[in-house]
């Protein structure tokens, strides 16, 4: 019974034989977390079908091991005669497993150096086999790469100097720290509760606590407006459109590094949509109903309260994709409504859509639709899961040599708190963005339809700012930069050091960071993104003053601070952020 209440309305067994299979591969997909076996077992074919039939490429491999084995043997030999020789391959840049210094100990450097070729010969093995598709390619070699880490010397106790030396000092107490840890946290799983220490980041009190109040509630969104606290004001209002994937507060965090506080303090008078956490019943929730109960209703909502002037808007991540979307809309329906919008690392053209492409084609997008028909959602511990394994080394086998096999438990800090504050999807949406946005590229290709029509970036004729990080492996940033081969109107492009989330929230002062910038008007000549790199000099601090003086560079003057107004629902945070 409590599957079949987590149904579509059609009686299972009267159903087409369809739904039998829906509900076999929504079983399944709760196994694998949502990913595809068939999927996984094609791109497998595929690779391993042209490998066999590439005798010279087969050649080559042998070679190389051979070489690597030689290589490793004379290291290895020279070691035991106390000489100090070269290393055999330096690790990538972004591997840091082997920088302890007890790793050039005997037989340690012996073992990660050994490690490191064999990842070496496997990324060659998976790579560069004619006829393999792309895609195949890049999943068999995120495949191996994923296995390769998981028997990494650096996650054994037994094969990690650092390991052993903790465990000699403490004698042991490390590793009994980190089996409390291991059971803490596999009773927190099981109850659903959040990360330890999570409970100390509250929305509305130490984060989310920018004063405001609710001014516009429907079943989709809370609408807050933010109190000013300048005397003067710019007369456009600024409404920002987060992702509804995450919390809005990632823009709202601490005092120190919130976005909102920063804006306001510049005089910007900010609303902010918070979205309501979807639960089963909302899996007929389409894209449409996020544009139109989201977006539109937010925009018209402000114009209600600061009525005959623009809005900025400014969309972060899939709330800029739907920002952009909404524009587009707006450039036909209501061209009055916007002033200028600013996309966050927000993606329009997703034919390099980042290493998410990994777990995206025909094959996986049915098996998780089918998942999602089962639960009415997507829980965010299965898209949590395919986030992880992106960067498996940080996110994954680094945190557990930490607290397991250290027992050193990384200290709570306020994003870390945000993402571990997590949101479900719909499953009409989620399937439809994935469709039409990810997989077919629709709005990009002017053929995604808004109730039915055709909506066109190219209409879009307010002026553009958009922002992308350096570093950002779900938005990347030439992706991003793609939004000049289509608007046709002013564009300032912004890039920051950082990833997703942290190039975004990069607060004066924040140290080592650094940013791009420079401004295309309709009828300079398109620059590639390296041409666009190599022209643009690199400047020192945050990126959050420049992007300030643009909008202020779009805005008619400022105005007296407007005082509050009867429309209060209740004080900022709102309801919906609360929501598990």
């Not at 039939?53 to 106390?82: E, I, N, Y």
């Not at 407006?225 to 459109?241: G, M, N």
């Amino acid at each position: 019974m409590p599957i079949a209440r987590r149904l579509p309305h059609d009686d299972l067994w009267s159903a087409s034989p369809t739904n039998l299979d829906r509900l076999l591969h929504g079983l399944l997909g709760r196994l694998t977390s949502g990913i595809s076996p068939a999927a996984l077992s094609l791109a497998g074919i595929d690779w391993l079908l042209h490998l066999s039939t590439s005798p010279g490429k087969q050649w080559q491999l042998v070679g190389q091991a051979l070489r690597q084995f030689s290589r490793l043997g004379s290291h290895a030999l020279a070691m035991a005669a106390d000489q100090t020789p070269r290393r055999c391959i330096e690790p990538l840049p972004q591997d840091h497993r082997f920088d302890d210094p007890a790793w050039q100990r005997w037989p340690f450097n012996w073992l990660s150096q050994g490690f490191l070729l064999q990842q070496q010969w496997w990324h060659h093995a998976t790579t560069g086999i004619g006829g393999v598709s792309a895609h195949h390619e890049q999943v068999v070699a995120f495949v191996a790469r994923q296995c390769l880490d998981m028997v990494s010397p650096s996650n054994h106790p037994l094969a990690n100097p650092v390991v052993l030396d903790a465990t000699v000092r403490e004698a042991g107490a490390n590793l009994l720290r980190g089996q409390q840890l291991l059971l803490e946290d596999w009773q927190r799983t099981l109850a659903g509760q959040q990360p330890p220490e999570a409970e100390y980041f509250r929305p509305g009190h130490e984060v989310a606590a920018t004063p405001g109040e609710v001014v516009y509630r429907n079943d989709l969104i809370e609408l807050i407006r933010y109190t000013p606290v300048t005397e003067t004001v710019f007369a456009e209002p600024l409404l920002i459109v987060p992702a509804w994937i995450m919390k809005y507060y990632i823009l709202d965090l601490s005092s120190h590094n919130s976005l909102v506080r920063f804006l306001i303090e510049r005089g910007h008078v900010v609303f902010m949509i918070s979205w309501r956490n979807p639960i089963t019943d909302d899996r007929d929730l389409g894209m449409d109903d996020y544009l139109q109960h989201g977006v539109i209703d937010a925009l018209r909502a402000v114009r209600a309260i600061v009525p005959d002037v623009a809005i900025n808007a400014v969309g972060y991540c899939l709330g800029g994709t739907l920002l952009a979307t909404a524009a587009a809309w707006l450039a036909r329906h209501d061209p009055t409504l916007l002033n200028g919008i600013t996309l966050l690392a927000a993606q329009t053209d997703f034919t390099e859509a980042g290493e998410l492409q990994l777990f995206i084609d025909d094959s996986q997008l049915d098996f998780l639709d089918d998942l999602m028909w089962l639960q009415g959602t997507l829980d965010h511990r299965q898209m949590a899961g395919a986030f992880r394994l992106l960067r498996s080394n940080d996110l994954i086998w680094s945190a557990l040599v930490d607290n397991y096999l250290m027992g050193q438990r990384a200290t709570m800090n306020d994003l870390m708190a945000w993402n571990a504050d997590t949101t479900r999807m719909p499953y009409r949406m989620h399937s439809e963005y994935l469709r039409s946005f990810f997989l077919g590229n629709d709005l990009f290709a002017g053929r995604y339809r808004v109730q039915g029509s055709v909506v066109s970036l190219s209409d879009i004729r307010v002026p553009i700012c958009a922002v992308a990080t350096e570093k950002d492996h779900v938005a990347p940033w030439r992706s991003v930069f793609k939004i000049q081969l289509l608007a046709d109107t002013d564009i300032c492009f912004i890039l920051a050091s950082g990833g997703h989330n942290g190039g975004i929230v990069s607060e004066p002062g924040h140290r080592g960071r650094h940013y791009r910038i420079a401004q295309r008007h309709p009828d300079m000549h398109y620059m590639s993104p390296d041409e666009w790199l190599e022209a643009t000099p690199q400047r020192d601090g945050s990126w959050w003053p420049a992007w300030s003086d643009w909008l202020a560079q779009q805005s008619c003057g400022r105005i007296a601070a407007p005082a509050s107004g009867s429309t209060s629902l209740g004080p900022a945070p709102g309801q919906y952020v609360l929501q598990r």
